[in-house]
């Protein structure tokens, strides 16, 4: 008798549930027994935790620190968030942030936790001192798997304190780069530390400070009146991010020397996804863009990287046939979406996992914080966009008439808020207006190109029900006999392999259900 299995979170899946998902079940049934031995790992270092949490805080002892109980512990996707009660703060409370290794990588790709890491402190840092307007919690340290720790510049000792700032100063007035307000310091020593994995120390927001916008968002999004203040609250963030400039397309990390450079590939969450599951994606690193063209194809590319690597990711030749006639097609039009002249820009930090878990809300659903800030990247303008969570449909079930309903509602809205900064402040000469560049990728379709390139698993559906209609209407069954051949000269070897990769795929699915008795 087939039994079932566990996901991640303990969430039971039956074999007839887990044949049927596109997505690699084999290797999510992993992940629950990494779970259960990482969390035990972190248990056994509550001590380690309390220093390390007094040391970034530049508190004298760790004695006055408790660490949550497990059933307390906030587990996300990505990340497992552990509360700190500091009672030298009157009880106030401080998260430490650890990756989960088994869901970013780490093991296919050494270094990605780091990375995850880095690029999270550094977005910390960079809106802090370029968006002081969008409110996110504060950043006390972070330390890196292989020991470089840095700690926020006023938490440092006196002594150090001193130095750093008028470090900084002079750097400043003699027109140098001045590092970020976090400033390396020294390992912290502890006789039991977590060995390889690195943290991130950022500020609890409590019930005072708002809730999860998932929380109400089931209810509370058929009202009117609190869907306005949410609209302006989140217009707001995305103005005040999109009309800072950037130079390139990359993502920002924080260096050993504390300097905030862009100097990172943009890594959004399906980089670090794919990886995950054994995918390579062929984006090194250091590897940053200077035109929109060269992201775009290295993008397409990832996608092909998943059709060739995922042993599942077909079901049959038809559907084969569906996805590489998308895949080869998506090649040829995006010049259609992305206009030439602007191949160099502008390009704008963005939010690319902006979803109602990561927005904190008022009991108006004003906008009071944003937390979460993985996977912040640099990418063109035009990619900017409104939630696609808004009609509480999935990225690959959008319906294009009701989005549009509730999208006009968001950029009437978005316009006013725009209105509203460019009287008060400087328009800077390089950026275009937001909501009237939004308002054309709605128009010409490009929103479900930057759509489809976000999703590896809705691309097809997003293509065919929205991208392929504005080129061919028709003759779908002969568009997608014909277009796979233009995907590789090969395709017939290729498909030969693709069905055998999923024969043995449904073999070992099986296996993995089949009663231990």
Not at 85 to 90: D, I, S, T, Y
Not at 193 to 206: A, F, Q, R, W
Not at 226 to 251: D, E, H, Q, T, Y
Request: net charge negative; proline share 6%; aromatic share 12%.
């Amino acid at each position: 008798m087939p039994r079932t299995r566990r996901l991640a979170r303990g969430q039971e899946i039956t074999y007839s549930t887990a044949k049927e998902q596109e997505v690699n079940i084999l290797h999510q049934l992993t992940y629950y027994d990494q779970q259960h031995q990482f969390f035990a790992l972190l248990s056994d270092k509550r001590e380690w935790m309390k220093t390390v949490v007094a040391r970034h805080l530049g508190l004298q002892s760790a004695a006055h620190c408790r660490v949550a109980d497990t059933d307390e512990w906030l587990h996300g996707s990505f990340n497992v968030c552990i509360p700190i009660v500091v009672g030298e703060w009157a009880g106030k409370r401080v998260l430490i942030r650890f990756p989960l290794p088994y869901r970013v990588g780490e093991a296919f790709h050494p270094g990605n936790g780091d990375e995850k890491l880095r690029c999270e402190a550094a977005t910390y840092a960079w809106l802090q001192d370029h968006c002081p307007g969008v409110s996110i919690p504060q950043l006390y340290g972070f330390t890196l798997s292989t020991g470089e720790t840095f700690t926020r510049l006023e938490n440092l000792p006196f002594f150090p304190r001193c130095y750093n700032a008028l470090r900084r100063r002079l750097l400043s007035w003699l027109g140098y780069s001045v590092p970020s307000n976090y400033v390396r310091c020294r390992p912290i020593n502890h006789p039991d530390p977590v060995s390889d994995t690195g943290y991130l120390v950022v500020e609890y927001i409590d019930e005072t400070q708002g809730a999860m916008l998932s929380n109400t968002w089931a209810d509370g999004r058929h009202n009117p009146h609190l869907c306005k203040n949410l609209f302006r609250g989140l217009s707001r963030v995305l103005l005040n991010m999109a009309r800072v400039p950037l130079p390139k397309i990359g993502s920002f990390i924080i260096d050993n020397d504390g300097f905030l450079s862009l100097s990172n590939r943009p890594l959004s969450v399906e980089i670090h996804q794919l990886e995950n599951e054994n995918i390579p994606t062929g984006i090194p690193r250091h590897y940053t863009y200077s035109t929109t063209e060269s992201y775009i194809v290295d993008m397409l590319s990832v996608h092909d990287s998943r059709f060739r690597n995922q042993p599942n990711a077909i079901n049959d030749l038809g559907d084969m046939g569906c996805q590489l006639a998308a895949l080869s097609a998506m090649r040829t039009v995006f010049p259609s979406f992305f206009p030439r002249e602007d191949r160099r820009g502008p390009f704008s930090l963005m939010l690319t996992d902006l979803h109602q878990s990561n927005i904190f809300v008022d009991d108006k659903w004003n906008v009071t914080h944003l937390v979460d800030l993985e996977w912040a990247c640099s990418r063109p303008t035009e990619l900017l966009q409104l939630p696609y969570w808004l009609t509480n449909k999935g990225v690959d079930q959008l319906d294009s008439a009701e989005y549009n309903d509730i999208r006009e509602e968001f950029m009437t809205i978005f316009a006013d808020e725009e209105e509203k900064l460019d009287l008060a402040t400087p328009k800077i000469a390089t950026i275009p207006r937001l909501s009237e560049m939004m308002e054309q990728t709605w128009a010409t379709g490009t929103f479900w190109y930057a759509l489809a390139l976000s999703s590896p698993s809705g691309l097809f559906t997003i293509f065919n029900e929205h991208i392929r209609p504005l080129f061919c209407e028709k003759y779908g069954e002969e568009f997608n006999l014909i277009l796979p051949f233009l995907w590789d000269k090969k395709i017939g070897q290729i498909a030969g392999r693709k069905i055998a990769d999923k024969e043995k795929y449904d073999e070992k699915l099986r296996q993995a259900f089949e009663d231990d008795s």
